[in-house]
């Protein structure tokens, strides 16, 4: 089967080599005899709800965020009715708080966001850096964070996963992440998927059920020795950062 993801903004958001991400999908996607077929979506290119399975957004800074932010705004209704209409979405770090209602940067620009999830983010003056660890749905969740921004999630919404060691969110709520449907927005960077299978597979679980029109199916076990591996050195790491209560200053 043919997973069409729409890739938005490569050329902006791909920092800490984001776009690795997909590269790990493609090939998970490949092993079990799929194919992905990836579009790339920029500045004055149109969103058609229907043509994508999964929406991917890359970090950057927030230089890169700027320059993208109201055109990012101008697609929001297509990307909401995507999303309405059972498409996945994966976005990390500066597309994570873009796919908020919005993202004021460090310098006090205002950036308004696609409004898909419900949270909020403010930059603070001391970057959170470093391992995290995060306890999820599917499993430990292990990455690398490095942002200003203090997200916020609405009462009610659903984050990621508890953060074990890190910052995560905002430092202080003890959250990561948000998940909203097949939506996932996240601070991990590292990339995220190469060390965390589980959740590469369950991204792609969730497409595939956008191009079927059925339920989520179950993908073959892979071995993983080596992802888990790398899960393991990168738990090990956050577990020498301590725990989330190293609020920044
Ligand atoms: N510019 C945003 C921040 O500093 C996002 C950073 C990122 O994508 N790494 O919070």
Redesign the pocket.
């Known amino acids: 089967m043919r997973i069409r993801v729409g890739h938005l903004y490569p050329d902006y958001l791909n920092?800490?080599a984001d776009r690795g991400n997909i590269a790990v999908l493609a090939k998970r996607a490949g092993w079990r005899g799929h194919e992905l077929d990836v579009d790339e979506i920029g500045i004055g290119e149109a969103v058609r709800p229907g043509d994508h399975d999964l929406y991917y957004l890359g970090?950057?800074?927030?230089r890169e965020?700027l320059l993208v932010s109201h055109d990012l705004a101008a697609k929001s209704e297509p990307l909401r009715e995507a999303h309405a209409g059972g498409a996945a979405f994966l976005a990390?770090?500066?597309?994570y708080?873009l796919l908020g209602r919005g993202?004021r940067?460090?310098h006090g620009d205002d950036m308004p966001g696609v409004g898909l999830l419900p949270l909020e983010?403010v930059?603070g003056d001391r970057?959170m850096i470093g391992s995290v660890l995060l306890e999820t749905a599917v499993g430990p969740v292990a990455g690398f964070e490095?942002?200003?921004?203090r997200t916020l999630l609405d009462p009610g919404a659903e984050p990621l996963g508890r953060v074990v060691s890190g910052y995560g969110n905002d430092g202080a709520s003890g959250y990561e992440g948000c998940r909203l449907g097949r939506a996932i927005g996240t601070y991990l960077?590292g990339p995220l998927l190469p060390r965390n299978p589980r959740l590469a597979d369950w991204i792609l679980a969730q497409a595939l059920a956008h191009r079927t029109g059925g339920d989520p199916p179950e993908l073959a076990p892979l071995r993983d020795a080596l992802e888990a591996e790398a899960q393991a050195v990168s738990s090990a790491r956050s577990a020498r950062r301590g725990r989330p209560s190293r609020r920044p200053a």
């Open positions: 920092i800490y970090g950057g800074q927030d965020q990390v770090c500066g597309g708080q993202y940067g460090y983010t930059a970057r490095n942002h200003a921004g960077h």
